[in-house]
């Protein structure tokens, strides 16, 4: 070929600079990472997955305003992360004046704020699900579930909850049909219908704070605090039963199933409004509620989530302000990062989408 042609030929088959800009990024080329919120630090932090390293940190202050960054949740293509963010209206240059809570997305490959949602004045807009193209938060002071349209980023629709509720964790079903919603005011686990917004609500007899679905569909959970309990919703047969922890058990709070659906990751918190802190993660067999493995890690474990292959599992815990890293098959903990700032929620991102 003529030396001319052959430049000609390599210049025609070559993507222009242009297209090469709009290319997605290469999200394989970006190893597992972690998202942590940190609430009292108004930022969060971007954890290696595999060493525990903490990356870098994101601050979500506003003009000013400073933001309490109580949850983070992955999108499932694992290229957006969405992060509650509750108004600290005696801070900044704001004085005494409330601020809307927000929902932010944050751009997982870049590590940059893309969008801020506001969701109203003073919700405490407390924890997040989406399934890329909506999001649903609750708010607990606003007893309500809000649905987010995050392409036009605002508010499409706000489902009512029973008085009472003061809805915290929430989890989908794997059909998207429903929402489970722990209440943490009105002692319940609460299933909301996204097609009718019916609601049926089921009495757990104690403080509920988060809650979580098997990846089968086959039952629901939600840990209650103060009776040291996980309770379980069939969701075929809406028969609930509750767990008994460990006697040790200081009080759950987030819970985390395994990706084959046999058990549920647990951390045992306590150190609400003074109580002892736990030091525990304990795995429940999903269908007897048998406590099957624990996990000793920092104190007052909070956030938890578990790998892909159900291989490893993390957790913040909110008296250090660690994430410790434990092998799920025994129980060992590999490693501790400390991140500051009172790590909170914590979601894990990776080449084939992030975690529920």
């Known amino acids: 070929m003529h030396a001319r042609t052959l430049v000609a030929f390599v210049l025609f088959a070559l993507p222009s600079l242009a297209s090469l800009a709009c290319l997605p990024p290469n999200f394989s080329a970006h190893p597992r990472r972690l998202a942590v919120a940190l609430e009292d630090e108004g930022a969060i932090g971007l954890l290696s997955a595999e060493s525990g390293e903490l990356l870098d940190k994101l601050p979500l202050d506003d003009e000013g305003m ?202 045992d918190q306590g150190y609400v409004d003074g109580d002892p802190s736990g030091n525990s993660l304990f795995l429940v067999d999903a269908r007897t509620g048998e406590t099957t493995l624990r996990a000793e890690v920092s104190p007052a474990p909070h956030g938890i989530v578990v790998s892909e292959d159900g291989s490893m599992v993390w957790t913040t815990t909110v008296y250090n302000d660690t994430v410790d890293r434990v092998d799920a098959s025994t129980g060992e903990r590999l490693g501790i990062t400390a991140v500051g700032g009172a790590p909170n929620g914590i979601t894990l991102l990776h080449e084939s989408g992030a975690m529920p």
């Open 66 to 267: 400073h933001y309490h960054v109580h949850n983070v949740q992955g999108a499932p293509d694992g290229r957006m992360a969405w992060a509650t963010a509750m108004a600290d209206d005696h801070t900044g240059e704001h004085g005494d004046m409330a601020m809307d809570d927000q929902l932010i997305g944050i751009d997982t490959i870049d590590f940059a704020i893309k969008q801020r949602i506001s969701l109203g004045g003073m919700v405490h807009a407390a924890h997040v699900v989406t399934d890329g193209a909506l999001a649903w938060v609750t708010t607990k002071d606003g007893n309500q579930v809000l649905e987010v349209d995050l392409d036009a980023g605002e508010v499409a629709r706000s489902f009512d909850l029973p008085a009472g509720t003061g809805p915290h964790g929430v989890r989908r079903t794997p059909d998207g049909a429903r929402l489970i919603i722990a209440g943490w005011d009105g002692h319940s686990l609460v299933v909301l219908d996204l097609a009718s917004g019916a609601t049926t609500v089921h009495d757990v007899g104690g403080i509920a704070v988060q809650a979580a679905v098997l990846p089968n569909g086959g039952a629901a959970f939600v840990t209650v605090y103060d009776t040291k309990q996980v309770a379980r919703l069939d969701l075929a047969t809406d028969e609930l039963v509750r767990f008994d922890l460990p006697a040790e058990a200081a009080g759950p709070v987030q819970l985390y199933p395994l990706p084959d659906s046999s058990g549920v990751w647990v951390a």
